[in-house]
């Protein structure tokens, strides 16, 4: 069965690695993992170093900002690498390919993850170099306990991967600008660069039901007050499972749709 | 013979009242290669993706290796492929890189020295360093059938495999494709309007049309039974005739 969670290690890795062969040689992905997080962190650095000056006293101010762009640029990556990579095989007319071979739905979706986790290791080393060159920020200087938030950053990025993916399954390619944008659609909720209690009572409650919200309002408490908030983080992680249990069922329905309809060869067309 | 596919009242409607595929039956036996044949439009490609788990029926059975595809698709795949002209692999990657992300997909052992052999049969190896995108058709059409043999399939399922290839291209893949046949007791569904194709690869051959079976036999028969001259007459008359 099409749906069965048996996965395959072997088959996982060829999947990791057909992605990934296409770095290395590839000028536009190598944008995509370098160049373009270190235009977002120039751009937004200068601007806080330029704010800062008005803002004496409050030196947190500019951390706080540079924190929320490396943060923001963890969950746009982590959403862009699954939709992205599923875009792939239907630019390349290559689904059928993949799907007449004994892999899994979980051998595929597994593999979206660890190609995230590459492409979001290959991110953040360029992201904390350059606010480390630049602007002698040191993000994990406030301690190795803002990991769990970036471990959580990631998977609801790629849970926003996911939702992406589906919406692709189920429109094709007139939906691809989702595969790009899904995660800024929804920024103005997550509370990236300012705290939930500025936005409209109604919008909070849509804000705090969002994982990566928990953890923007985390990362600032860490930088402010140098604690880590465990209520945030824990919320955010059942947040995570919740919406990890959505999207899976989302994408699952939205793979049977396709396979019910014969949509998986038109999704190229 | 053994029976390696059997298809039981395979229908397949999309929405309420498109009828794609209406009580097809047919098998397929070890060794044979088997012509499936039709007009655009006539149903093939959704029956052959209904036989690689890409669609789902919305009635009839459909048995491989003795398992149902349903329940068994991951073991079945495993010993099945699949090639068609109007499926491409990644063009950005490489010949090898797409040769070997395949070959691990199908959790081919000693996959370098399969490639090589596959790659050397098909006079492909020079190719293995360019990208599949600078690749001709007739190249390509031969990476194709190389991906589509890693896996030394019991069945192969090929779709329309010569469409886009010259006839000296598509004279050396039949005599190709013959040999392989022969050397492996290969099982192939074969898919193609060229009906000469049929005729010289082919041991038997069924007809679809408007998603129903019309007629089947070995070319020859079928030639002899309708009282024409060749098989691309049968063709005609019978994607023309609506009166089985």
């Keep these: 069965m099409l749906l069965t969670l048996r996965m ?43 704010l800062a000056q008005f803002k004496t006293n409050n030196v947190s101010f500019a951390h706080i ?22 875009l792939e095989e239907v630019w390349e007319r290559n689904l059928l390919n993949l799907f007449v071979t004994p892999i899994t739905l979980a051998d595929f979706i597994l593999a979206t993850v ?41 998977f609801f990025g790629w849970i926003l991967g996911l939702i992406a993916t589906s919406i692709l ?10 595969a790009f944008a899904l995660t800024t659609l929804i920024q103005p909720f997550m509370a990236v660069f300012y705290p939930v209690s500025v936005l409209p009572k109604f919008l909070q409650y849509i804000a705090l039901s969002i994982p990566a919200t928990h953890v923007f309002e985390g990362m600032r408490t860490v930088v402010i007050k140098g604690i880590v908030p465990l209520d945030h983080l824990v919320i955010a992680t059942l947040l995570n499972f919740i919406w990890l249990t959505i999207s899976l069922l989302i994408f699952v329905k939205m793979f049977e749709y396709v396979r019910n309809e014969g949509k998986l060869l038109k999704l190229t067309d | 013979m053994n029976i390696l596919l059997k298809t039981k009242n395979l229908s397949k409607t999309f929405g309420k009242k498109t009828k794609a595929v209406q009580n097809v039956s047919f098998e397929i036996r070890q060794g044979e290669i088997l012509g499936f044949l039709g007009p655009n439009g006539a149903g093939k490609t959704t029956t052959i993706q209904m036989l690689l ?22 073991e079945i795949l495993q010993r099945v492929n699949f090639s068609s002209a109007y499926v491409s692999l990644p063009g950005n990657l490489k010949v090898w890189e797409n040769l070997y992300t395949f070959a691990r997909l199908y959790n081919v052992k000693h996959y370098k020295q399969k490639i090589k052999e596959l790659t050397d049969f098909l006079e492909i190896t020079p190719l293995l360093p360019k990208t599949y995108a600078s ?21 192969l399922f090929l779709d329309e495999p ?59 028969m079928l030639v002899k039974k309708f009282g024409l001259r060749d098989l691309n007459e049968v063709f005609i008359k019978l994607a023309r005739n609506k009166e089985y």
């Design chain 1, 8 to 50: 395959n290690i072997t088959r996982i890795y060829a999947l990791v690695l057909r992605y990934l062969y296409l770095y290395p040689r590839s000028i536009p992905r190598i944008l995509d993992v370098i160049f373009w997080p270190i235009v977002d962190i120039l751009i937004w650095g200068f601007l806080t170093a330029y």
């Design chain 1, 65 to 86: 900002l540079l924190g929320a762009i490396i943060f923001w640029d963890f969950v746009l990556r982590a959403q862009q690498s699954v939709s992205i990579s599923f």
């Design chain 1, 114 to 154: 660890f190609v995230g986790l590459a492409r979001i290791f290959l991110i953040g080393a360029t992201l904390y170099i350059a606010s480390l060159v630049f602007f002698q920020f040191n993000l994990f200087s406030f301690g190795i306990l803002l990991i769990p938030l970036v471990v959580n950053l990631f």
């Design chain 1, 169 to 178: 399954l189920r429109f094709g390619q007139s939906a691809q600008v989702l």
């Design chain 2, 53 to 74: 788990g890409l669609i789902r029926p919305t009635h009839g059975t459909i048995s491989i290796f003795g398992m149902d595809l349903q329940t068994h698709r991951t």
């Design chain 2, 135 to 155: 690749l001709s058709s007739g190249q390509a059409t031969r990476v194709n059938l190389a991906k589509a043999l890693l896996n030394d399939p019991e069945l």
């Design chain 2, 162 to 220: 010569t469409a886009s290839l010259d006839p000296d291209i598509a004279d050396k893949m039949r005599k190709f494709l013959k040999k392989i046949q022969k050397e492996q007791s290969l099982t192939i569904l074969y898919t193609t309007h060229n009906m000469s194709e049929v005729e010289e690869l082919c041991n038997r051959a069924i007809f679809i049309n408007e998603g129903k079976i019309v007629t089947e036999g070995t070319p020859a």
